[in-house]
């Protein structure tokens, strides 16, 4: 995936970086046990849609990296999941204020 299509999609997913053939974002929390809690909530994500992301977590932050091993790089897939994670922080956020 390239050109006006990888644009497109990028404009869609905020705060998510294009790194190689890879979209990464880093998401913060307060402390290690919210950050936990994200990784159970979408480890959840990821099984049911069958599509698993490299996930690093270090105290209060979680980095995921997407891309699809079967092409070497981007589908829209990804862009989805990328969205679905975000929803999962969002409703985290909200539940905390």
């Known amino acids: 995936m390239r050109g006006a299509l990888l644009r497109s ?55 995921v990296e997407f891309w699809t091993h079967a092409i070497g790089g981007l589908s829209e897939n990804d862009f989805i999941m990328a969205a679905k994670f975000d929803r999962v922080y969002e409703k985290k956020k909200q539940s905390i204020s």
């Open 9 to 63: 999609y990028m404009d869609q997913v905020e705060g998510w970086k294009l790194k190689e053939k890879k979209i990464t974002k880093e998401y913060v929390f307060k402390d290690d046990r919210e950050a936990l809690g994200f990784l159970h909530r979408i480890g959840r994500v990821a099984v049911k849609q069958g599509h698993h992301p490299v996930l690093n977590w270090v105290y209060n932050r979680v980095r």
